[in-house]
């Protein structure tokens, strides 16, 4: 081995410990700061280790997780993601097959509306929604919350679902029905399953969003029937209202980060292979 080569792996190997460190610093102190006690806090304990005596250890995430409100937030976002993402992968399924097979009139003025409803400006639909969904009823209620998560997060399923189904070969949809299966047997037991790296990458996107909400969840709730853990968080005081439970508040961030960092570990290459898809013809 060389000189240059050498340099350019010592390069390479300093680079990357640079952008890991630039990403996970932020994880590492709030960490950190979810194993302080409120005093060290309040105090300026320095450091990601707490001084001695300064440290609550585990407690701060007993009490996060035996907090009625905090609880009943990390339901809210169960049933309101899990919803939200469920309607969204049919829903986008069933559009992106349709556009990627089918031609139709007005099929890219669908595409282009798509697109453009991604990358609307969320704070601009708050007043109005907030207008709308007290008028119908749907303010401070899981439906509230799941239609603008839904809306928001189609568009891109749609268009990562329809680049899947344009790479699958159509013959194999027709060799299907030459076999007996009708145009939703070979749909379902054929198409989908082939675009399984786009669907999950739909659902993981989907789930993402809807869990990292907060304008929308701080906005379209007023109480903890509702409300998301983002934005419960917000209102999470402690005894002293005038000084903020920092420690908690990291704890109960750590608590809600876990579910986000299980789904990455458990579908991490079929993110990459949904996200990739496509970028390499050959």
Request: aromatic fraction near 12%.
């Amino acid at each position: 081995m060389n000189s240059n080569q050498t340099l350019q792996r010592l390069g390479t190997g300093l680079g990357v410990a640079a952008i890991l460190a630039w990403c996970l610093l932020p994880i590492a102190w709030i960490v950190s700061l979810s194993f302080k006690s409120q005093e060290a806090v309040t105090n300026g304990s320095p450091g990601f280790f707490p001084q001695s005596g300064g440290g609550a250890g585990w407690q701060n995430y007993v009490d996060v997780i035996a907090d009625d409100q905090f609880r009943r937030a990390i339901v809210n976002s169960l049933v309101i993601c899990i919803t939200a993402t469920t309607l969204s992968v049919i829903i986008a399924t069933l559009t992106a097959y349709a556009v990627a097979r089918l031609e139709f009139t007005g099929k890219k003025f669908v595409l282009t509306t798509a697109l453009v409803i991604a990358m609307f400006p969320v704070v601009s639909l708050v007043g109005p929604l907030f207008d709308m969904w007290r008028t119908l009823g749907l303010y401070d209620t899981y439906v509230g919350l799941i239609i603008p998560y839904m809306s928001f997060t189609l568009p891109l399923a749609i268009w990562t679902l329809s680049a899947f189904f344009r790479e699958i070969p159509w013959e194999m949809e027709q060799a299907a029905q030459v076999d007996g299966a009708t145009s939703w047997q070979a749909f379902r037991k054929v198409i989908v399953p082939l675009a399984a790296p786009g669907v999950f990458t739909a659902a993981i996107l989907t789930f993402f969003f809807a869990w990292n909400d907060f304008v929308f969840g701080i906005s379209l709730t007023s109480t903890e029937n509702a409300r998301p853990i983002p934005a419960a968080l917000s209102f999470f005081v402690g005894s002293d209202p005038f000084n903020r439970p920092a420690s908690l508040l990291a704890a109960g961030a750590v608590v809600a980060t876990v579910p986000i960092v299980l789904l990455v570990l458990f579908f991490q290459r079929k993110i990459v292979a949904g996200l990739t898809a496509g970028a390499v013809k050959g």
